[in-house]
């Protein structure tokens, strides 16, 4: 065979071989793509990023992934280690009680036994089940996370997904993005996922204030020297709350041994339909109904007219003493306030208009025209509470309308006797969450307090 031969068979040896090697590599690379163990890998490099996973990222190396799983690409949503920490120590908690170990021949559980085993946090590891509630087929940007959306994870539990302003929730969960790609994209969230269902996605955490405890000058006295003693009276405001919801259920004031609780009635589909108002003077006595509202309701189940009726003289169904009338702005704020009261000398309008950052811009009531008034940029006092006029009357708190976004810092009104202007600056103080805990204006202080409370929204 001559050289040009010998050239010429080399050459087409290197065709015939040259698909087989493009075939090789492209199988190779596809393989590698759905490999478990390496896409397991690529999500485990990605949680490196975060120092707060580190748990739940060797215990997802042990998850029973199949090829099918990862062929679209892998999201995966993993709980920080306080979140594995409390999650596994609840559960040692319930199998050390309920373990057969742990209980004697009597039957009653040993509570040394229990407690050396909620010791060992270790006892209990992350089953596959609960491993897969954290993984989803496909690769599922933020983008992609759009509000509504319900997603099934590798062992079948939903998640619903909410997106408010860019805040992304699953099951009412906040997520944090760590990295996404066209292969994987890999949350954090503060909570394991198993306990969680997709009714909590319909839940918010709100803050709302349960207590306010008063101490107000409310007069100068002198005493035989003619020296001024200042009276101060101290009145405690507990407020409850309408399950799963932020709309004032009652409020129950005590300022020495005068007590007044309001009362608020509600129907199935929690639109307010009246109060009471009750009074004692003595804890053993029971609560007497002095007033009573029946409320008349819009479609939006807002309160367009209190009819109040008065029990004087023990009467049994009340004498009807006056109204309140209420109108909204597009915003379905409260603009105007009719007091029509002639018993508690309520016969005038109350005016109220909202600034775009839906705090009050303007006011007037009684002859009196407000329309400079300065806000701070922290969480309103009531800026949760639902319905707040419903505790016009009961609530212990200057300016409550005022407090509905942000807290007023300072008003310039005209003096009710001179008329001329006059400034009242409010002392402000907040706890971690920007809530003002101590309110002081003048004289007076103000203290609050707060829960934490899931509602819906």
Known sequence: MNRKSTHLLIILCMIAFMPACKKDKATAEEETKTDPKVSIENVAASLSKTTTTGIFTEMLKTASITESDVKEGLTVIAPTDEAVNAYRKGNVAVKSVTSNSNINA????SIAKAISAVADSNAVKLSDAVLKDHIIKGVLKPADLVDGKTLVTLSGKSLKVTNENGVIKVNGVTLTAVDANGTQSVYTVSVVLTGTATADSDKIMVFLPVGIVSKEVIMALYDTASNPVRIVRTTTATI???????????????SGTNYSKLLISYNAAKVPTGATVSYKSTVSRPYKIQTRYDYITNTSGDVTRSNIFGYDLDSVSGQSIGRYDYTYDAQNKIKTINKAVTRWDENYTTTLTYAASGNVSAYSSNNISVSNLTFDTKNGIFKS????????????????????????????APNTQTGAPETTNVGLTYNSDNYPNKVVVGEDEYTITYKAFSVLR
Request: aromatic content about 12%; glycine content about 2%; overall charge negative.
């Open 385 to 412: 509470v639902k319905k707040l006029y419903l505790l016009d009357r009961e609530l212990n708190y200057p300016w409550e309308w005022f407090s509905s976004q942000n807290n007023l810092q300072s008003v310039i």
């Open 240 to 254: 409850s709350y309408l399950e799963n919801t932020s709309l004032p259920l009652s409020i129950e004031n005590i």
């Open 106 to 109: 009597s039957g009653k559980v």
